[in-house]
């Protein structure tokens, strides 16, 4: 399926928006979140503009077009499901899509619900203020576009901004260099090359087995090793799909109950795994290995929650690996030496296997890193490593990265990025104070990026515009979260942490990959209850905000 030509965007915004100066809503970003809001919206009958810097809708999904790219979270899942009859209608190719199909069907949806219309594309927002007398945000694009509104909707993605490390010697670096989270639209041939991946995350879990093969040699720098469990990826069996598409409603409902929003058929029993024998932990750790996915610690309820539980399930996975890597050395290099979880578990197939191939060499540079780069290498303190090009599968400055690179200014001249100086403070992972009718999507504070992003986009979605209702409907013109409710929230999403193996390692949940970013714990832990907070403070009267 192919993009809605620019002409015919430019001719839609002609017929729908380009004269308006004031719109009742901004939204930052046109990704899943991006589109649903917009949708939302104007289902409400308010005026809204979407103002996205890439060239079409899709967000992580329309950057990250790496080879091998695809959805850790399985197609049925995460997919919309406002819409029976979208979610009836497209079918799934796979149980994890791919980058490009999951693109597509952003674009189907933007094009189904007519949606394109409200969009500026390749109009990234440089500033945003408050201006406190008329009550409105005023926001800029790297287009000259200004526009007023009376919220702004900050749907700009958790993993959006790809984070590059600083590497003495790359302007020296003569071949090409890239980035998983920023890859050519035309892809890359890397035929008979010598290539260097820096990173062992998510990406390049992916990467790796995709392009090993056609390649001269791959060295894989590693820094730390990560847990990865299988996908086994295939078509999605028909009676399951069959099953779903009967009851949609259900099947989204059940997911919700889930700590992390899916895997409902796949749920464990209400029971610690030290209550059991090993042996009876060790067999539900097979069949949930043998059946793929990141349910993989879903069997019992403390193994993210107790370091001895959690060292069955790492020794479990530390066995695989053995098993599977042939060269003894690089199978105890591959094995992680952190507890299972508290960083992103990696899903992919042949990623391990990759390694027993002859042309695979897995280079450690856990203790001194990469020293520099040459003209043609890349330089540890002991070898040179001659590659004709560089992939950086090095991650994101996740979740405030992407809202920090706009100039937010709220209250009194203070910047978002002020504000959040010393760590992203914010009620519900919401409303920040000092920063009247500004919403975030799954950003710091919400269970976002420990979920399945659909079913916490939806949440918010169907939040945030039932609040923007009932402030129209009651003639109300600011809302804004309180400082103490804010310092209450921040206080909650630590102490549920705490109580986890999560703060244990260093990891991109407390930005522990960003140099000089200040270290908290992002995500809250655990939907159900997460949802069942939005819906209290809600039914309250918005308990812990100020209207006005």
Known sequence: MESVSPRAINQMHKEVDSQKTSVDVVIVGAGFAGLLMLYQTRALGLSARVYERGSDVGGTWFWNRYPGARCDTESLEYSYQFSTELFREWKWSERFATQAELLRYAQHVARKFDLYKNIHL???????????????????????????????????????????????????????????????????????????????????????????????HLYVFQRTANYVVPAWNGKIPNDYEAAVMADPISFRHNN??????????????????????REEVERDLERRWNIGGLNFLDGFNDLLTSSEANKIAAEFVKSKIRKIVKNPAVSELLCPRHPIGCKRVSVGDGYYESFNSGNVTLVDISQSGIHRLGEESIET?????????????????AMTGPI???????RNGLTLREKWSEGPRNYLGLSVCGFPN??????????????????????????????????????????????????????????IASNTIFPSCNSWYLGANIPNKPRMFMPYIGFPSYERKCREIEENDYLGFKLA
């Open 122 to 216: 390749n109009s990234a927002v440089e500033k945003s203020h408050y201006d406190e007398k008329t009550r409105k945000w005023f926001t800029t694009t790297s287009r000259g576009e200004s526009l007023a509104s009376d919220f702004l909707i900050l749907a700009t993605g958790c993993l959006s901004t790809a984070h590059l490390p600083e590497i003495p010697g790359m302007e020296r670096f003569r071949g090409r260099v890239y980035h998983t989270g920023n890859w050519p639209k035309e892809g890359v041939d890397f035929s008979d090359q010598v290539v260097g991946i820096v990173g062992t995350g998510s990406s390049a879990v992916q990467v790796i087995p995709t392009i090993a093969p056609q390649l001269r």
């Open 256 to 277: 919700a109950k889930m700590i992390r929003a899916h895997g409902f058929r796949n749920r464990g029993k209400d029971t610690s795994a030290l209550s059991v024998s």
């Open 381 to 397: 303190d002991r070898t040179s490593y001659r590659c004709d090009s560089l992939i950086f599968a090095t991650g994101f400055d």
């Open 404 to 410: 920090l690179s706009i100039q937010i200014t709220g």
């Open 438 to 495: 500004l919403f975030i999507m799954t950003g710091p504070g919400s269970p976002s990026v420990l979920t399945n992003m659909h079913v916490s986009i939806d949440q918010h979605a169907a939040w945030i515009s039932r609040c923007i209702q009932s402030m129209k409907l009651r003639q109300l013109s600011e809302i804004e979260a309180t400082e103490e409710s804010e310092a209450r929230w921040i206080d909650t999403v630590t102490e």
